[in-house]
């Protein structure tokens, strides 16, 4: 298990852009994968970006492309989700989850570790 600490959630207008950051002392240990998720009311959690360990594979939902960027930062503990054009359907709450020994992916049962996630909420 790994303890992951998520912070930038807030509100936005649409249009408008927020950074999510998500931390975790062993990020750089057992070479974890990275992956954001949120969940809406009502909805189903998904997937909306993931990074691999080395930063060097990232993958990102339909609707995040063109418009979410995930990056690791240096020392590679942190892992950032810029969100750009901010549309009120990314309304939700945002999780930052780890995968260990993984290469990434959207898909949220395979990730081990999640955080206690941060609430994004984007106004017309």
């Known amino acids: 298990q790994l303890a992951i600490v998520e912070s930038g959630g807030g509100l936005a207008q649409a249009g408008g852009s927020l950074r999510l950051s998500c931390a975790a002392s062993r990020f750089t240990v057992d070479n974890w994968a990275v992956g954001w998720f949120r969940q809406a009311p009502g909805k189903e959690r998904e997937g909306v970006a993931f990074?691999?360990?080395?930063?060097?594979?990232?993958g990102y939902g339909d609707f995040a492309k063109g418009r979410f960027t995930i990056s690791r930062g240096d020392p590679k503990n942190s892992v950032y989700l810029q969100m750009d054009n901010l549309k009120e359907e990314d309304t939700a709450a945002y999780y930052c989850?780890?995968?260990?020994w993984g290469s990434g992916s959207l898909f949220a049962r395979e990730f081990t570790s999640w955080g206690q996630g941060t609430q994004v909420t984007v106004s017309p």
């Open positions: 990074i691999s360990s080395a930063g060097d594979r990232t």
């Open positions: 989850a780890g995968q260990r």
